[in-house]
Structure formats: C-alpha cells, structure tokens
C-alpha cells in the first residue's frame, strides 16, 4: 500500500469526520475519502482497464479518483 493510502486509512481510523478535502462548498472527511476510494478501486479492478483518464474540476471527487487510481495501481 502507498505511503498516501495509509495515512488516508490512518486519518479514517482516527479521525473519521474531520475535512480530509474541500472545494469550499463540500467538505469530505477522511473516512469517506477512504471509503469512496476504496470502493471506485475495486470497480476499476473489476474492469480492468490499462489506463484511465480524468476529466475532473478540482474537486474532492476528483481526489476520489486519483486515489482510486493509485489503490488500483492504474496510471
């Protein structure tokens, strides 16, 4: 696992609710970040592409998904 991944779990763990990410208008806590990483992971697994591309604001979304894509080990 990443040096990024883990201290996502560990703020998970031990922080759950407090802001992981913002945009200014939509906070994400650290549990839901892990969770919605973890989950877009396993759906990329599933899939198995080769490589994806992002086409995302600056968003906690798009942190979800650059997660996701390191936790599935995709480029």
């Known amino acids: 696992m990443s040096k ?4 996502v779990d560990l703020g998970a763990e031990s ?3 407090d802001p992981a ?4 208008f939509t906070n994400l806590g ?6 919605g990483a973890s989950a877009l992971a396993l ?7 080769t490589a994806v591309a992002l086409a ?4 906690p979304a798009w942190a979800v998904a650059d997660l996701a894509l390191l936790g599935a080990g995709l480029p």
């Open 15 to 17: 922080r759950p609710d």
């Open 43 to 49: 759906e990329l697994r599933e899939l198995r592409p």
């Open 21 to 24: 990410v913002t945009d200014g």
């Open 30 to 35: 650290y549990a839901a970040l892990a969770h």
């Open 4 to 7: 990024i991944l883990a201290a």
């Open 56 to 59: 995302l604001e600056n968003s």
